[in-house]
């Protein structure tokens, strides 16, 4: 997953000592192995036990109850002979249990903040266990994410989208809730005719008449990839293999700015081999779509602003690079347990940059690589008094939360991953890497699994400081990284001459790709304010569909009068960057006042959580709410 601020994500939890790590390698066999998983504290499901290897579901989208109802059939295998079959639920109406067709009973266990097992008796030679249940009417849950027209770009129809990372399916479907589960998955699910339904599976590409539509994914895949998305979409291929599902406003853009999908994706199987799903197609998602992206497997959702900004530009989106590379470092092969979040995310991470690399956008790579560095660096500056949350690795006790997706996860584990790179040479780290996705294609792996093939292909990890970027804390001292990047370097130095006196058209702007456009706005940040004039008139930000978040912080400190319109066009969008531009509106009773009358009129077009902080931050409490969902 791709958070929309990615690399100002900020944890607290309890982390492992290094001398487990070191004593868990000493005790496994040579590589390959088949270990047992590591425990996973937050799902009540043993996989070792009964466990799921083919899910159906069967499923009614209710809008008017904010409500997904219907059954879950869980195809099971039991080499141990066990007498339960237990999977996660959290806040879901259990209404009746089948084994093999028969009436069972069941028991739902103690609450907890990870949700409640469902306890389901069965004999050993058991096959099929079916789950009749309901989400919660009208819950507001983080797996189900319910928008009213008006949150939506089209305005006219409502939207459903899924989020089930890291342990949130259980939210929506009663299942063995942990990513080292594999399961494939069909599905049956009705929708209000219009509106057209998208899964992580083999997908439709026309609007059913009924609204019924069926799914099929035929590779094994981790609960937390099973995803659901509806509303007023239509489809467009890119390509034979690629394509993307847009809201019908957001179509003729999207069509623009997604040409180079297909290329990327081509040069993503040059890095990592061939692409291991059935398509590559991107699900554009409403503003408010609480992530940048999502990797779901043969769909990854992917808001609009990150992917198709609408600017008419070549602009290669790393959010789309990040989420095709989860296509092997997460789906393909993906951590036993999110204490193991670095497996996914820092993969993803450095090979969000690598692809761009094989692109031929080298200073790109590069300036991602050191966006990496410096966002771990300030990390790790800003937790000095918590530093276990720097360590890549974490171990966790029930009740804590899993909540390792932090700049740890995603920055550390690129810059280890750079490192070895850098050492090893590029071929001998890309045939590490093939290794690593041969030998655990399809199948969970952890910290274990990596330091072991690791040595086996190099030996001695010492002078790597392996162990210390795994499980310590802070910066290893052999971190490869430069402490800067070309394209910073020179936007930083244009923002100088520019805060110096001279004019921003006279330092090369007519050239520049929106990448540096946005780097010289945020080096050059503090000389915005007094120079509104010149760097729209230079630069026609208010004539962008989409500009940079730096952009709209400079507008909500001076409220520059000719670019006012867009202003107000970009809060009445919605969206997650709406919340720092209204904080920055609220710091002075001036603009808490703008901010509150614009609210007003935009409060409808936010989602149910955006509302929420914003309802607080403004201190506002309608007589009517008028909820987005």
Same mark, same amino acid.
């Not at 090369?508 to 010289?520: K, M, Q, Y």
């Given at each position: 997953?791709?958070?929309?601020?990615?690399?100002?994500?900020?944890?607290?939890?309890?982390?492992?000592?290094?001398?487990?790590?070191?004593?868990?390698?000493?005790?496994?066999?040579?590589?390959?192995?088949?270990?047992?998983?590591?425990?996973? %504290?937050?799902? #009540? +499901?043993?996989? /070792?036990? *009964?466990?799921? &290897?083919?899910?159906?579901?069967?499923?009614?989208?209710?809008? @008017?109850?904010?409500? %997904?109802?219907? #059954? +879950?059939?869980? /195809?099971? *295998?039991?080499? &141990?002979?066990?007498?339960?079959?237990?999977?996660?639920?959290? @806040?879901?109406?259990?209404?009746?249990?089948?084994?093999?067709?028969?009436? *069972?009973?069941? &028991?739902?266990?103690?609450?907890?903040?990870?949700?409640?097992?469902?306890?389901?008796?069965?004999?050993?030679?058991?096959?099929?266990?079916?789950?009749?249940?309901?989400?919660?009417?009208?819950?507001?849950?983080?797996?189900?994410?319910?928008?009213?027209?008006?949150?939506?770009?089209?305005?006219?129809?409502?939207?459903?989208?899924?989020?089930?990372?890291?342990?949130?399916?259980?939210?929506?479907?009663?299942?063995?809730?942990?990513?080292?589960?594999?399961?494939?998955?069909?599905?049956?699910?009705?929708?209000?005719?219009?509106?057209?339904?998208?899964?992580?599976?083999?997908?439709?590409?026309?609007?059913?008449?009924?609204?019924?539509?069926?799914?099929?994914?035929?590779?094994?895949?981790?609960?937390?990839?099973?995803?659901?998305?509806?509303?007023?979409?239509?489809?467009?291929?890119?390509?034979?293999?690629?394509?993307?599902?847009?809201?019908?406003?957001?179509?003729?853009?999207?069509?623009?700015?997604?040409?180079?999908?297909?290329?990327?994706?081509?040069?993503?199987?040059?890095?990592?081999?061939?692409?291991?799903?059935?398509?590559?197609?991107?699900?554009?998602?409403?503003?408010?779509?609480?992530?940048?992206?999502?990797?779901?497997?043969?769909?990854?959702?992917?808001?609009?602003?990150?992917?198709?900004?609408?600017?008419?530009?070549?602009?290669?989106?790393?959010?789309?690079?990040?989420?095709?590379?989860?296509?092997?470092?997460?789906?393909?092969?993906?951590?036993?347990?999110?204490?193991?979040?670095?497996?996914?995310?820092?993969?993803?991470?450095?090979?969000?940059?690598?692809?761009?690399?094989?692109?031929?956008?080298?200073?790109?790579?590069?300036?991602?690589?050191?966006?990496?560095?410096?966002?771990?660096?300030?990390?790790?500056?800003?937790?000095?008094?918590?530093?276990?949350?720097?360590?890549?690795?974490?171990?966790?006790?029930?009740?804590?939360?899993?909540?390792?997706?932090?700049?740890?996860?995603?920055?550390?584990?690129?810059?280890?991953?750079?490192?070895?790179?850098?050492?090893?040479?590029?071929?001998?780290?890309?045939?590490?890497?093939?290794?690593?996705?041969?030998?655990?294609?399809?199948?969970w792996a952890d910290d274990r699994a990596f330091v072991d093939l690791l040595r086996e292909r190099i030996g001695s990890l010492e002078s790597l400081h392996v162990d210390?970027?795994?499980?310590?804390?802070?910066?290893?001292?052999?971190?490869?990284?430069?402490?800067?990047?070309?394209?910073?370097?020179?936007?930083?130095?244009?923002?100088?001459?520019?805060?110096?006196?001279?004019?921003?058209?006279?330092?090369?702007?007519?050239?520049?790709?929106?990448?540096?456009?946005?780097?010289?706005?945020?080096?050059?940040?503090?000389?915005?304010?007094?120079?509104?004039?010149?760097?729209?008139?230079?630069?026609?930000?208010?004539?962008?569909?989409?500009?940079?978040?730096?952009?709209?912080?400079?507008?909500?400190?001076?409220?520059?009068?000719?670019?006012?319109?867009?202003?107000?066009?970009?809060?009445?969008?919605?969206?997650?960057?709406?919340?720092?531009?209204?904080?920055?509106?609220?710091?002075?009773?001036?603009?808490?006042?703008?901010?509150?009358?614009?609210?007003?009129?935009?409060?409808?077009?936010?989602?149910?959580?955006i509302q929420s902080s914003l309802d607080n931050l403004l201190h506002y409490a309608p007589t009517e709410l008028q909820s987005a969902a």
């Open positions: 997953m791709r958070m929309p601020v990615r690399r100002f994500l900020a944890i607290a939890l309890l982390v492992a000592a290094p001398i487990f790590a070191q004593r868990r390698h000493a005790a496994l066999p040579p590589p390959p192995y088949e270990p047992l998983p590591p425990v996973d %504290v937050f799902s #009540s +499901a043993d996989i /070792t036990q *009964a466990h799921t &290897t083919h899910l159906a579901l069967d499923l009614t989208v209710d809008f @008017d109850k904010y409500q %997904v109802r219907g #059954s +879950a059939t869980h /195809t099971i *295998a039991n080499p &141990t002979g066990a007498s339960t079959f237990v999977v996660d639920t959290r @806040d879901l109406d259990i209404l009746a249990v089948t084994v093999d067709g028969a009436k *069972a009973n069941w &028991t739902l266990g103690t609450y907890y903040s990870t949700g409640q097992a469902l306890s389901i008796p069965i004999k050993p030679a058991s096959k099929a266990v079916r789950i009749e249940y309901a989400s919660k009417p009208n819950a507001r849950s983080n797996a189900l994410n319910w928008l009213a027209p008006l949150a939506t770009d089209g305005d006219v129809s409502p939207f459903l989208y899924t989020l089930g990372e890291p342990d949130r399916t259980r939210e929506w479907i009663p299942v063995q809730d942990t990513p080292a589960a594999r399961m494939t998955y069909e599905a049956t699910v009705h929708v209000p005719p219009g509106l057209l339904a998208v899964m992580s599976a083999k997908n439709p590409t026309e609007t059913s008449p009924n609204g019924t539509y069926t799914f099929t994914m035929t590779q094994p895949i981790p609960p937390y990839l099973i995803a659901l998305a509806v509303g007023r979409m239509e489809f467009h291929p890119l390509d034979e293999r690629t394509g993307f599902y847009a809201e019908p406003v957001n179509s003729a853009a999207a069509m623009e700015d997604l040409q180079y999908v297909p290329e990327m994706v081509d040069a993503a199987e040059r890095v990592l081999g061939p692409y291991p799903f059935d398509r590559y197609d991107i699900v554009l998602m409403p503003p408010n779509f609480h992530a940048g992206g999502m990797e779901n497997p043969n769909a990854n959702f992917i808001n609009v602003l990150s992917a198709a900004p609408g600017n008419h530009e070549r602009n290669l989106s790393t959010v789309v690079s990040h989420e095709l590379a989860h296509s092997w470092t997460g789906d393909l092969v993906t951590c036993a347990t999110w204490g193991d979040t670095w497996l996914n995310e820092g993969f993803a991470s450095y090979y969000q940059a690598r692809i761009i690399d094989e692109m031929n956008d080298v200073e790109r790579a590069e300036l991602d690589y050191f966006f990496d560095r410096s966002s771990y660096e300030n990390y790790v500056a800003a937790t000095s008094r918590s530093p276990e949350v720097t360590k890549m690795h974490r171990t966790f006790k029930p009740g804590d939360a899993p909540s390792t997706f932090n700049t740890a996860s995603y920055a550390k584990g690129a810059l280890f991953l750079k490192m070895l790179e850098d050492s090893l040479g590029r071929p001998a780290f890309d045939a590490l890497i093939s290794e690593w996705l041969r030998r655990y294609r399809f199948h210390e970027w795994i499980y310590g804390t802070g910066m290893p001292p052999n971190v490869t990284v430069p402490p800067t990047a070309a394209m910073w370097t020179r936007a930083s130095a244009v923002a100088s001459s520019f805060a110096s006196g001279k004019s921003l058209a006279s330092l090369g702007v007519s050239t520049w790709t929106p990448i540096e456009r946005d780097l010289f706005l945020w080096a050059g940040f503090n000389s915005l304010s007094a120079h509104m004039g010149e760097v729209n008139a230079t630069l026609q930000l208010s004539s962008l569909n989409t500009a940079s978040i730096n952009w709209w912080a400079a507008m909500a400190d001076t409220r520059y009068a000719p670019a006012m319109p867009s202003f107000e066009r970009f809060l009445m969008r919605g969206g997650g960057n709406v919340l720092s531009v209204y904080q920055r509106l609220a710091a002075t009773s001036e603009g808490r006042k703008y901010a509150l009358e614009i609210y007003k009129k935009a409060r409808p077009h936010y989602d149910w959580g």
